[in-house]
């Protein structure tokens, strides 16, 4: 065997070493990644599904005007907050139809579906189109803090309108 063997089986057997180490490391390291993945729980973070509205004074009502609508969380939360004279209470804006975000038109003080027609009052109660029933309300209460809050993951329907938590007494 010639010098120039040697040294070619040299470093061929030096290669192929270097390509088993690589693969053996680049195994062992992709199982780790899988086993510490397996340490932490498929978990969705989703946002928290209730919110602060601010305090009981800042809903004021006129006093010519038997309803008040704050559209101020409808972007973010798809919640309309109505002071009436002596209640507030949290309007879902889903239409009771087939679930379209509806829009308030303040000069005639409704709610107008877009998608096929449906009509609320501001109390959210229903009187034309399709929709089957008033638009749903959620939880409202005072926290600890004095401000109002709101849970979107408790729904009242309107036969529980009148149920504590489905309204704040002012
Ligand atoms: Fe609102 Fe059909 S979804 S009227």
Redesign the pocket.
Known sequence: MNTNMKENNYSRRSFLRIVGWGSFFATLGISSVGFIRFLYPNVLFEKPSAFKAGTLDEFTIDRTSDYQVYENWKAEHSIWIVREKDRIYAVKAR?T????T?NYFADEMVFK?P????QFHCNGENFA???PRPLDRCKIFVGFDGRIQVDKARIYSFKEFDNPGAYVKV
């Open positions: 239409c139809h087939l679930g379209c509806p579906c998608c096929h027609g449906s189109g399709p929709a």
